[in-house]
């Protein structure tokens, strides 16, 4: 039996691939018919995620069925990746649109709230920090663990000041405007931008490394 490639952890082998045909037809085609007809941005992004639930469901199982504990890897992996979209669409938006901040939500506007924020990000510190307990060796896994630390600390009083004031958006500790020393020279977005990027890179370092640790393992077993 040959052994598993880093490709199957994008594609299981087992995957039907008329799920992929139907995926990679159904989405831009549903996507752009929703931009013709001008429905909200929130439901085009709906849309052109919906085809692809099944593979991701697929794929998550195959993982866990064969690799355990990595198939929280591959959920943290692609959720946050879909969570960078979701701002580079918010920095598209400020920096290409000229949308004011205040006004540029991304695509799923509606979840553009503190608690939204604030539970995406312990959703994150959580699979790592379980991950880290899995696969202690792994040095991006303490990387991003601890970037995602100071996000969610960021966020942690940022939610504080939302609950104490009611008042939302505030820049936090080092946005223009922060807590401490009124902050860095850049936007609240834009900081925020940048955290989820810091977190997201090592991740996928961290996915990668460990993946060719399993292999090389593996390999060991049956020599």
Do not use: C
């Not at 195959?62 to 701002?87: K, M």
């Not at 669409?89 to 506007?109: K, N």
Request: hydrophobic share 55%; net charge positive; proline share 6%.
């Amino acid at each position: 039996m040959s052994s598993p490639s880093i490709r199957q952890m994008v594609v299981a082998p087992s995957l039907p691939r008329a799920i992929l045909r139907v995926a990679a037809i159904l989405s831009p085609v549903m996507g752009l018919l929703a931009i013709i007809q001008g429905w909200p941005l929130w439901v085009v992004g709906l849309i052109v995620i919906t085809p692809w639930l099944p593979f991701f469901a697929w794929q998550t199982a195959w993982t866990y069925r064969n690799y355990g504990w990595f198939a929280l890897f591959y959920v943290l992996l692609v959720t946050q990746t879909g969570h960078v979209v979701e701002h580079l669409a918010q920095m598209t938006q400020i920096h290409v649109l000229g949308i004011p901040g205040p006004h540029a939500h991304g695509i799923f506007g509606a979840l553009d709230i503190e608690w939204v924020h604030f539970i995406w990000n312990s959703w994150v510190i959580l699979a790592l920090a379980l991950l880290v307990y899995r696969f202690r060796a792994n040095p991006w896994l303490w990387a991003a663990l601890a970037i995602a630390t100071w996000h969610q600390v960021e966020h942690s009083y940022i939610m504080w000041v939302y609950l104490t004031t009611g008042k939302e958006a505030t820049p936090g500790l080092l946005a223009l405007g922060g807590l401490l020393g009124g902050g860095l020279p850049v936007t609240r977005a834009d900081l925020h931008f940048f955290y989820n990027l810091l977190e997201t890179l090592p991740i996928y370092a961290a996915f990668i490394y460990q993946y060719r640790r399993i292999l090389q393992n593996r390999a060991l077993q049956r020599a």
